[in-house]
């Protein structure tokens, strides 16, 4: 199946940094989404963008298919912005199953 | 976009037990489905819920420890069957239309078996 490996795996900034999450797949995709998870467990969806750019406040993301990749950037960080970020895909390939990274655990220090 | 709905939130359990979770969404979907999130880790899909029909089951899954109903476009349930502590997770449920149309997520069920 598709992997999808994110980096780095864990950030800590001082509040008001700014930072770029990496999303790496390994096959063409028709989805793309990225995910906030906050310490109380809760999956915030943040952008679906198979590809292109989208902007949402302090928050963008870009995807550009054709090298598999995709970068979310969060710029003036603030504590509220702490917890993993989860970028996840499907493949073009049929299966119709949203796939899951491993993650970057962001943690803004006041 | 898509509401969904689950319960409980969270359940401690005496090992050997079961317990079932239910989601609701708000509007009919097309796909609905069941991860785990064991602690510290990623997100993994358990099973794709099919209407009217048996479950779609990933590897490492299995019918007998997770059975899932899905008896119309808007609800599922998940059981947990026989716990043991391995079994403590956040379970979620996922709902969505069309493969070009976003995946949403309940805020989960934070399980946990003593």
């Known amino acids: 199946g598709i992997q999808v490996e994110q980096s780095p795996p864990d950030l800590i900034l001082q509040e008001g940094a700014n930072s770029t999450l990496r999303c790496n797949f390994s096959d063409s995709v028709n989805n793309l989404q990225w995910f906030h998870q906050n310490p109380w467990g809760q999956l915030i969806n943040l952008f679906y963008i198979p590809s292109g750019t989208k902007q949402n406040g302090r928050l963008s993301a870009t995807t550009v298919a054709t090298e598999r990749y995709s970068l979310l950037y969060i710029s003036s960080s603030q504590t509220t912005d702490s917890g993993v970020y989860f970028c996840?895909?499907?493949?073009?390939?049929?299966?119709?199953?949203?796939?899951f990274g491993t993650g970057t655990r962001l943690t803004i220090i006041p | 976009s898509a509401v969904i709905s689950q319960k409980p939130s969270r359940d401690i359990c005496q090992r050997g037990t079961s317990l079932t979770i239910q989601c609701q969404v708000d509007?009919?979907?097309?796909?609905m489905f069941w991860y785990r999130q064991q602690p510290g880790q990623s997100l993994t899909l358990i099973a794709t819920a099919n209407q009217g029909s048996e479950a779609t089951y990933e590897s490492g899954f299995v019918i007998d420890k997770f059975p899932i109903s899905r008896p119309n476009l808007t609800f599922s349930t998940l059981t947990v069957s026989n716990m043991s502590p391995e079994d403590s997770s956040i379970y979620l449920c996922?709902?969505?239309?069309?493969?070009?149309?976003?995946?949403?997520f309940g805020d989960g069920t934070r399980l946990s078996i003593l």
């Open positions: 996840a895909v499907m493949s073009n390939f049929g299966n119709e199953k949203l796939t």
């Open positions: 509007s009919q979907v097309t796909m």
């Open positions: 996922s709902a969505r239309g069309d493969s070009n149309q976003p995946q949403h």
